[in-house]
């Protein structure tokens, strides 16, 4: 089965072909960032009319990177949410129509499922049960997954999530948008030691997760030592980055500990990050476990994990009606679909 995917929850048009048998055939991908630059953030009605301009020719460009036409496909997957009401419906409104008019199946995906099973993209079969970790700019999440489309939420971020904390850290130390990447390549100049800041929720028993009071640990620390030198900088996006990855690190352990699941998915934009990749597979040694990353292209935003979970989705038998719907919140759990064992 030959599914086109099709990704514009945010800044990021992604488009990719997946092929159940012979795996990715095609993956493009347009990123707004210059577009956003100059206003510090995703400004949501130019991401919408980007992804509107961007979509048509990317589809072309994926399917002659294929050697295919329209006609060779057999489903289309769109993210529905959650994200960016405008630049959902562009991709959504699209990949509906364009399956009405070829007569095949199209498929909603969540962005987050999307996200958790972007490793699969390279690692065909992971061994099931395992915990996953979502962390991206929206979510944070630790999730058990005991078979593909059945997800159990362990715990999640109840106020920003990690790669929010990042950016929001990131523009206080005045770094280009986005942050995320830009702190973690200054932070390799800090030093150790000079600044701590707190592990929030550490002391409390359970499995969420609280980024707020990382960052305001940061604002008040930038404010003490204003003005800032690039040393200081360097060294409270050291101790920001080392606090917000050992509180993650630790969360891991507990719902390794409570599950006794030792297999572990990351997954998201912040699982593109060097240290934290380091620190897991040094805790996953550890506690005599193994963990799995998607490709640095695929933790961020992009079309192949949509294709991909698209695919998973109208293999187990699932379509979508001709209404076109998306969603801005949307919870993993309340997508478990028909289980569907390979
Ligand atoms: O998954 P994603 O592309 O979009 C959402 O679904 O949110 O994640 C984007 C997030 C941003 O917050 C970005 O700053 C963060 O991932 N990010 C990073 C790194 N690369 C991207 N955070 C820390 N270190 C990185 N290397
Ligand atoms: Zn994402």
């Not at 095609?26 to 509107?52: K, M, T």
């Not at 187990?316 to 009606?321: R, W």
Request: hydrophobic share 45%; charged share 20%; net charge neutral.
């Amino acid at each position: 089965m030959r599914v086109l995917g099709i990704e514009t929850s945010c800044d990021e048009t992604g488009v990719a072909i997946y092929c159940s048998q012979h795996g990715l055939l095609a993956n493009v991908l347009h990123s707004q960032v210059a577009l956003h630059a100059e206003y510090g953030g995703v400004v949501p009605e130019l991401a919408s009319r980007d992804h509107i301009r961007k979509l048509l020719p990317l589809v072309n460009t994926a399917l002659q990177q294929a050697h295919l036409t329209k006609l060779d496909l057999h489903g289309i997957a769109y993210t529905s949410g959650p994200g960016l009401i405008g630049a959902l419906l562009v991709g959504a409104s699209f990949g509906r129509s364009l399956a009405w008019t070829l007569n095949i199946p199209a498929i909603a995906v969540h962005h987050m499922e999307a996200h958790l099973l972007a490793p699969m993209l390279d690692v065909e079969r992971l061994q099931l049960p395992f915990l996953a970790l979502l962390v991206s700019g929206g979510h944070t999440q630790l999730i058990a997954v005991q078979q593909i489309g059945h997800y159990r939420l362990l715990g999640e971020s109840l106020d920003d999530a990690a790669g929010e904390a990042f950016d929001k850290t990131a523009k206080l130390l005045e770094l280009p948008y986005p942050g995320g990447k830009e702190l973690a390549k200054l932070a390799k100049q800090g030093i150790a030691g000079k600044f701590h800041f707190p592990r929030p929720m550490l002391d409390k028993p359970g499995l969420d997760f609280s980024f707020s009071g990382l960052k305001t640990a940061a604002l008040n620390t930038i404010k003490a030592n204003l003005p800032l030198s690039l040393q200081t900088k360097a060294d409270i996006a050291y101790a920001f980055e080392e606090a917000l990855i050992d509180t993650l690190i630790q969360k891991c352990r507990r719902a390794i500990h409570m599950t006794g699941i030792k297999t572990l998915v990351l997954a998201g934009g912040v699982s593109a990050n060097h240290k934290l990749r380091a620190t897991v597979d040094a805790m996953m040694l550890q506690e005599g476990g193994q963990a799995h990353y998607p490709r640095l292209e695929f933790c961020t935003d992009n079309g192949a994990m949509i294709a991909y979970t698209g695919c998973q989705r109208l293999l187990a038998g699932q379509s979508e009606t001709l209404s076109i719907e998306v969603k801005a919140r949307w919870s993993l759990i309340e997508n478990n679909y028909v289980n569907y064992s390979r």
